[in-house]
C-alpha cells in the first residue's frame, strides 16, 4: 500500500509541473489588446465628448493592467458627476456608468455665477437657473448640507423655499416663494422647521411676512 501511494504521489507531483509549465508557455505568448473602446453612459454627448477627451490616455493601456487611480482621478476631478462605475468589458473595451449630480441651489462668489451640486461642488454657470434658490452670504458646505438634512426631516418642504441667507455666526434664514422671511436659530432646527410649517398653514398668520424663532421658546411675527 505504501509503494502504490508513493507511486501515485508522484504522478500528480509530475503532472501538475507539467501542466504549469504548458499554461505559462501558452500565456506568454498571448498579446492582449490594448484598449480600443471607452463607452460612456448617463451623460450629454457635449459632456461625453469632453470626458472621453481626457480619458484619452487610457487608449495605450492593457485592460490587464489598466491604472484605475488615473481614471478616478480624472472623473472625480469631473464635478458633474454624483457617482460611477467602472467595469472592463474583454478583450479591450471600458464601460464607465455614471450618475450626474442634482442642482440644489444658485451660487454667487465674486461675481461669479455657479451651480451646487448634491454631491457639494461648485459648478461654473454662465447664469443662474430661474427654478432653483439662490445662497446669499456665501457657501459653507457643512452648514448648508446640515440645514438640508434638517429640512428633509421636517414637514417643511424643500421646494418651498425661494432663497438661502447664510451668517458668518452659523445662523440662517430662509424666504418662501410667498416672501415670507423666516428667521432659523442656530440649534434645534427639525423643530424649529416643523413650527413653521404649522405656522405658515394656519389661516391667522397669513398677513405675516417674518417669522422670527432665532429666541427659544419664543415666536416674533411681523405683519406686511
Do not use: C, H
Given at each position: 500500500?505504501r ?8 504522478f500528480y507531483f509530475?503532472l501538475?509541473?507539467?501542466l504549469t509549465?504548458?499554461?505559462n508557455?501558452y500565456?506568454s505568448e498571448i ?8 463607452r460612456i453612459i448617463?451623460l ?8 472621453l ?7 495605450s493601456?492593457?485592460i490587464f493592467?489598466l491604472n484605475?487611480i488615473?481614471?478616478?482621478n480624472?472623473?472625480n476631478?469631473?464635478k458633474i458627476?454624483e457617482n460611477?462605475t467602472?467595469?472592463?468589458k474583454y478583450?479591450s473595451?471600458?464601460?464607465i ?14 461675481g ?5 451640486g ?10 443662474a437657473?430661474?427654478?432653483?434658490p ?6 459653507n458646505k457643512?452648514?448648508?448640507f446640515?440645514l438640508?438634512?434638517s429640512v ?7 421646494s418651498e423655499?425661494?432663497?438661502f441667507y ?9 424666504k ?11 440649534k434645534?432646527?427639525?423643530?424649529s422647521l ?13 398677513k405675516?411676512?417674518?417669522?422670527d424663532l432665532?429666541?427659544?421658546?419664543q ?5 406686511k
Amino acid at each position: 500500500m505504501r509503494i502504490k501511494t508513493s507511486r501515485k504521489i508522484f504522478f500528480y507531483f509530475f503532472l501538475i509541473i507539467f501542466l504549469t509549465t504548458f499554461n505559462n508557455r501558452y500565456f506568454s505568448e498571448i498579446k492582449f489588446k490594448d484598449i480600443d473602446k471607452i463607452r460612456i453612459i448617463g451623460l450629454e454627448e457635449s459632456e461625453k465628448q469632453d470626458l472621453l477627451e481626457k480619458l484619452k490616455f487610457i487608449e495605450s493601456q492593457n485592460i490587464f493592467f489598466l491604472n484605475k487611480i488615473e481614471i478616478i482621478n480624472v472623473l472625480n476631478a469631473y464635478k458633474i458627476i454624483e457617482n460611477y462605475t467602472i467595469s472592463k468589458k474583454y478583450p479591450s473595451s471600458l464601460e464607465i456608468r455614471i450618475k450626474k449630480t442634482k442642482f440644489l441651489a444658485n451660487v454667487f462668489d465674486d461675481g461669479k455665477s455657479f451651480l451646487l451640486g448634491s454631491n457639494g461642488k461648485l459648478i461654473r454657470s454662465i447664469e443662474a437657473k430661474e427654478d432653483l434658490p439662490i445662497i446669499f452670504g456665501g457657501y459653507n458646505k457643512e452648514s448648508f448640507f446640515s440645514l438640508l438634512r434638517s429640512v428633509e426631516k421636517s414637514n417643511f418642504k424643500l421646494s418651498e423655499i425661494k432663497n438661502f441667507y447664510y451668517f458668518k455666526s452659523g445662523r440662517w434664514d430662509i424666504k418662501t416663494n410667498l416672501d415670507i422671511t423666516i428667521k432659523l436659530p442656530k440649534k434645534n432646527l427639525n423643530e424649529s422647521l416643523n413650527l413653521s410649517a404649522i405656522i405658515l398653514n394656519n389661516r391667522e398668520f397669513k398677513k405675516i411676512n417674518i417669522l422670527d424663532l432665532r429666541q427659544n421658546g419664543q415666536v416674533i411675527t411681523y405683519e406686511k
